[in-house]
């Protein structure tokens, strides 16, 4: 079966019209494709990252859009006169190959995708292709639609090599930083892939040159790209700013080092200088950077007394924290059943600091979320009972 942008659809239907909003995206267009387009239930960039990539979910639109975009990304022009938007493309082009590179599904998909010919497939895309309904709503009568769910994963794995060249052009001194920053992600999660791997000396070599210089931001952001390729990162948890520190003892290397530990546990005491660490920009592989500490040091520290200090400013802090807040990890390694009684003194005086902390009181929906999550209670006389237990 050979899809096409009219026999193709997306997270949320069909995709027809899906070149010309990306065609788009690609010329800068987007303030007078809204003035024309008032009422689109979709426009180009909300186009790309909600229904193409939805989260992770990989479909046939998905296939090609990242062909498109990787032929389209090299051009002069591309973005128009807005830089963010190729920025914004190398992205999404690294979000998705982080979503299907490590193919842990990808043996039963390719499977599964040997039946896209199968004429009850044909017959299944020609009903679904005349309404306009979601992934996200399909029953069990849906079945032939997961194998082009399933065809679509393994197509975008094996397109994922077209994308390396385009986006490897961009990590050359003249592109502005932030977009080298973002490209130099994308690259170290592209030679994951197979057929990619003989590049990854060469692009450990560019995050290692690239850590020695630029701004806090750039140099934090080609650590986690070391990190993630096995370079080395230790001589960076030194370094005078506070977010490149961190960065570098977040690499998975390091895990069983102590001094990388050590600047983890400082960093948890603060979170709010942590949380300002760059400024308003954010790095491109973590959505909170707080939140990443918080997780390796739970993951890395086996007893809860610690990490208590950092819990205790976790249950402090009430600014942004992923999708929660940033004293889940804590909460999960210190009580994984969602049971509050029995615990060591570092778990009555967790307890004690949540019982006491405003925070999760005040019909905070973020707080309500975790507590549903982990199984905890959300009542306060709980914790203040399990902070007065005697174990």
């Known amino acids: 079966m050979v899809i096409s942008w009219e026999r193709a659809f997306h997270a949320f239907g069909p995709a ?45 639109a998905t296939v090609l859009g990242l062909r498109y975009l990787a032929s389209a990304l090299t051009a002069e022009d591309f973005g128009g006169d807005d830089p963010t938007l190729r920025e914004a493309v190398v992205w999404w082009l690294r979000e998705v190959t ?3 590179v490590d193919g842990t599904y990808l043996d039963q998909a390719r499977r599964m995708a040997r039946r896209r010919d199968d004429p009850a497939v044909n017959e299944w895309l020609d009903e679904y292709l005349r309404h306009e309904r979601s992934v996200h709503d399909w029953g069990e009568g849906d079945e032939p639609g997961r194998v082009l769910l399933a065809a679509a994963e393994a197509d975008c794995f094996d397109a994922l090599p077209e994308v390396f060249e385009p986006v490897a ?31 990854r000396e060469a692009i450990t070599a560019y995050h290692l040159a690239e850590a020695a210089r630029g701004t806090p931001l750039h140099r934090a952001s080609m650590l986690l790209g070391l990190g993630e390729l096995g370079g080395p990162t230790l001589p960076w948890l030194d370094d005078p700013d506070l977010g490149v520190r961190v960065c570098a003892a977040l690499a998975p290397d390091l895990a069983g080092t102590a001094a990388a530990t050590r600047v983890l546990r400082s960093a948890a005491l603060d979170p709010a200088a942590l949380h300002h660490a760059f400024g308003d920009v954010r790095l491109p592989q973590l959505l909170s950077l707080n939140e990443a500490v918080a997780e390796a040091l739970c993951e890395r520290v086996e007893d809860l007394g610690p990490l208590l200090d950092g819990a205790t400013a976790a249950v402090a802090y009430d600014g942004p924290a992923g999708d929660g807040v940033l004293c889940e990890p804590y909460l999960r390694k210190a009580f994984p059943r969602g049971v509050l009684h029995g615990g060591t003194d570092a778990h009555r005086a967790l307890a004690r600091a949540v019982a006491a902390s405003d925070n999760p009181w005040r019909d905070d929906k973020r707080w309500t979320a975790v507590f549903a999550r982990t199984g905890l209670p959300a009542e306060r006389e709980a914790w203040l009972a399990a902070a007065r237990s005697d174990g």
Do not use: K, M, N
């Open 98 to 100: 982080r979503a299907v």
């Open 16 to 60: 027809r019209g899906g070149h010309e909003l990306l065609d788009v995206l690609r010329r800068g267009e987007l303030e007078r494709y809204a003035c024309e387009h008032p009422r689109e239930g979709l426009d180009p960039y909300s186009f790309l990252w909600s229904a193409l990539y939805c989260a992770g979910r990989i479909t046939p």
């Open 169 to 199: 052009s961009l990590l050359v001194a003249r592109q502005p930083e932030r977009l080298r920053t973002v490209a130099a992600s994308a690259a170290a999660a592209l030679v994951r892939h197979p057929e990619l791997h003989r590049r």
